[in-house]
């Protein structure tokens, strides 16, 4: 660590994923002793796909892949999209951005709702996109844009997109959302989610999970897959046998996260999720801060814009070396304008509180007006205040 | 645990993967507050890649990429190959029948070069197949075939192809194989390895690694990739920067037992494989058993016939219940006909004390002579002598 950072500082993450891990979750590979051809393992992971699947809300259960969320992504266009296909794709920020580039990468012919860096799509922008589509064989979303911290209206596109297409799979994704906002494949007629590890089910990264629909099952494309072959993965995984080693330690854990998500209970995690980020966005004038997301603002994450004059690189730095937190800037060509402050997954008030009062600390430090003088802790006390409310 | 296992017995894995973990690696990921988008583990990352170099002993860094073995060999087949290249495939198992079809869905044209179960490859055999190749892209071979315990001799192998077609790719599936037998891809002219973390390395799977020599790297196929894409990898790695989210967790335990690696020297970790495979493979006529691997036997695992009249998958079962030893058996048609004793990674004499005497009461339990009586503790008896010659 930076030698500038108080030695009784404890360093925090506060990303977007990776997430906190609980301890439980952490201690579970210890024992390694296992071997992914038994039983006992067999066992273990199909309970993790029946713990998923409510999760999920889909029929079947979700297929685990070890691998990084965008393999999940690249799993859903390889299993459910053939070249030539036409698609819409919602292109928002960066992980926008990679459903486009994974369709052109795969040959789709991608028809590109384009949405302004910090807005949420708009169904007029959709519908626009559409009058130009023959048969769109899928639909691409983010529910959630980790990038500019803005959560599209998913319900309002879908409803739009399914009038003039029903036929058109809808695959959303979800990576940063699920836990974080309420989702429901069959009561929202999705055909196609994709999650991964390290977001709300608070593990290290390394698995990505994708669930579909009962049609999506049906209408699996020709192209060649292997290592991201769903059907072939489905059918092992029904009876808790994935296709390859998976990474076992990170099934070990995801055990122990799934049990503790139904512990708490998913509406109760959901709530703890809007109650948080909604906290944080009323803090943020208390501390003359404003917020990026103009419209739909996400509940996974706060994106606030780093206050004019500011070098938002060098208040990260600052926040991360001197007081041990470590919250994400913006990608791209949003680097050093915003800071991305996560509360995905398993994140407290008091984890909040912590996050705060560092930024307010390092505002200061730059001599930054509101957070200086009196006005230091007004921020905090502004978070804690809208949660009495 | 089964409740006949005694309960002072813990359970312990003999398998060619997933290998016992050492203390130390599994701990370095309890520190899960690290942003992959960091310096810090920019230089975490890019340490283990240059500490990975010497063990394929290439030119440049190795890939790592976030998923099981099998996603590495895809990356091989999806970087090096194009639909419709002509290919040369050794197939003497279960892994080279994966290379097989690995090709066959890639669109490959492939010439097998068909291996009885448990020999090695033949010069002569591989000679037979290049009667009929024109101008073959690519050659695969597995350096160790884990499921028959049988090190091809791959260096004979690539010497007669690269008489005829020195042009011709070699690539090498090290999976089980690298850090057990010698292998360096500047030194023995290959062109493509592949390994994984939970083989010699001991670490769980998660995992795999890639490395390419420049003529490879100059080579690269036009076939679409995303996830799988090495260019892309070889860029961003340099600076220690995944593309995709990695597996943090394994990344932080890869640097641990790189560091181990490192400290006992490559060529001791091989010798130590070899002396210990050499001494089961001493100890097995003690005990009244055959090796099945006919030629060229393995040094990171022993597959070990099981006698006439008995019952192998029973006999893995009572090993597992009754004494906590994780020993894997044979594969589709050797199913019950083998267990495949491994030796691989962080092993020492005495783990392998351990499961020879569970071997012999497993067999005493069932009846077998040799291993009753007076005879029992002769496999063991005769492994310690081995060892002391």
């Given at each position: 660590m930076d030698q500038k950072c108080e030695p009784f500082i404890q360093t925090r993450i506060f990303c977007p994923g990776p997430t906190p891990v609980p301890l439980e979750a952490k201690l579970a590979p210890l024992d390694s002793e296992i071997y992914h051809r038994s039983d006992e393992f067999y066992a273990l992971h199909l309970k993790c796909s029946e713990m998923l699947r409510p999760i999920f809300g889909c029929e079947q259960i979700p297929v685990i892949l070890s691998c990084s969320g965008t393999g999940g992504l690249e799993a859903a266009i390889l299993n459910l999209t053939a070249p030539g296909d036409e698609v819409i794709v919602v292109n928002g920020g960066k992980f926008g951005e990679r459903w486009e580039e994974l369709a052109v990468r795969y040959g789709c012919d991608a028809k590109v709702v384009k949405v302004a860096s910090g807005e949420g799509a708009r169904a007029q922008d959709l519908e626009k996109i559409m009058v130009n589509?023959?048969?769109?064989?899928a639909f691409f979303v983010q529910a959630n844009e980790t990038s500019t911290g803005v959560r599209h209206p998913v319900a309002e596109l879908v409803s739009v997109l399914k009038e003039a297409f029903p036929e058109c799979l809808v695959v959303v994704d979800a990576i940063s959302s699920l836990g974080a906002h309420p989702l429901n494949m069959n009561a929202d007629g999705f055909d196609c989610v994709v999650s991964a590890?390290?977001?709300?089910?608070g593990l290290s990264p390394g698995l990505a999970f994708i669930a579909l629909s009962d049609r999506a099952w049906s209408r699996l494309s020709p192209r060649p897959r292997f290592y991201f072959d769903l059907a072939k993965e489905f059918k092992g995984q029904s009876k808790g046998r994935s296709a390859w080693t998976p990474a076992i330690g990170l099934i070990q854990s995801l055990a122990v996260v799934l049990e503790k998500i139904h512990g708490i209970g998913l509406e109760a995690m959901i709530r703890n999720h809007e109650l948080l980020a909604g906290a944080v966005r009323a803090s943020l004038p208390a501390m003359g801060l404003e917020l990026?997301?103009?419209?739909?603002?996400?509940n996974a994450l706060t994106s606030i814009l780093v206050p004019k004059g500011l070098d938002g690189t060098k208040l990260q730095e600052l926040l991360r070396d001197r007081y041990g937190v470590i919250i994400p800037g913006g990608q791209d060509e949003l680097k050093g304008k915003i800071l991305r402050l996560s509360n995905l997954g398993f994140v407290s008030r008091f984890d909040l509180v912590h996050a705060l009062s560092a930024i307010e600390f390092g505002l200061r430090d730059l001599g930054?007006?509101?957070?200086?003088?009196?006005?230091?802790?007004s921020g905090v006390k502004a978070f804690m205040q809208a949660l009495d409310a």
């Open positions: 589509c023959r048969a769109p064989k590890s390290q977001k709300g089910f990026f997301a103009k419209s739909h603002p996400s930054y007006g509101p957070c200086s003088g009196v006005g230091l802790g």
